[in-house]
């Protein structure tokens, strides 16, 4: 398996829901990562998990809140959005944080908060 | 501001022909580069890397150039097809002190032309 799975691919959210984005991956990377990306813009690092640790939060507004409840998953946790935080996001591994190895993205979860 | 950037952000080139998509960098020290490929609806898809110890490194019809003298990256695809359409990003790996994370270039649009 050389894949990293993103679910749902499109998610439609009011701005007082509560909804979680999913990420697995079986390739036995240790280093998860997501990424917000807007239209025709180059993905935004948001957090970076290092062997099921978060080693970087890039400033992100606690309205998202990630989780890596084993070495296979990262969830992003979802609450109080605004419509401005509509975008791909898109979730990311390697086989370590050391990035020297390039990363394997999943096709993203496009989500619009109305 | 991003270190990694590019020249031109849209790129039409007629099927068949060798296409040329440049990057410059400012972060001397960067030891890894990466080319990714994304196509509409898709995440990001690794094409190829190089390392800073070479200058230039081929893939399937894809070559990356790398000039460390002034800083510049290239991808070169041959003989263009249609499914080449896509953005094409490249993104550095510049050392740090803490867990790594590439940097992204603001990316570049490949229309093929019929």
């Known amino acids: 398996d050389t894949e990293v799975t993103q679910t749902p691919k499109h998610l439609v959210m009011g701005m007082t829901n509560k909804k979680s984005l999913k990420c697995e991956q079986h390739?036995?990377?240790?280093?998860m990562y997501w990424y917000k990306q807007k239209a025709k813009k180059p993905p935004e690092l948001m957090f970076v998990y290092s062997y099921e640790k978060l080693s970087i939060n890039e400033s992100v507004p606690s309205r998202f809140s990630p989780e890596c409840p084993n070495s296979s998953l990262l969830n992003l946790h979802l609450h109080a959005l605004q419509p401005e935080d509509s975008a791909l996001y898109l979730c990311?591994?390697?086989?370590?944080?050391?990035?020297?190895?390039?990363?394997?993205f999943g096709s993203g979860t496009r989500l619009t908060v109305v | 501001g991003e270190s990694v950037g590019l020249h031109l952000p849209t790129l039409s080139v007629q099927e068949g022909d060798n296409s040329i998509i440049n990057c410059a960098y400012s972060n001397s020290a960067s030891d890894y580069f990466i080319w990714y490929k994304q196509e509409s609806g898709k995440g990001p898809q690794f094409i190829i890397d190089?390392?800073?110890?070479?200058d230039k490194r081929q893939g399937q019809r894809v070559t990356v150039l790398l000039n460390k003298t002034v800083k510049h990256l290239s991808l070169q695809i041959a003989a263009t097809q249609p499914g080449d359409s896509a953005v094409y990003f490249c993104?550095?790996?510049?050392?740090?002190?803490?867990?790594?994370?590439?940097?992204f270039g603001k990316g570049t649009r490949l229309h093929i032309l019929p």
């Open positions: 993104a550095e790996n510049p050392p740090m002190n803490r867990d790594d994370k590439i940097i």
């Open positions: 990311a591994s390697s086989q370590d944080s050391r990035a020297n190895y390039g990363y394997t």
């Open positions: 390739m036995g990377h240790r280093a």
């Open positions: 190089i390392r800073s110890n070479m």
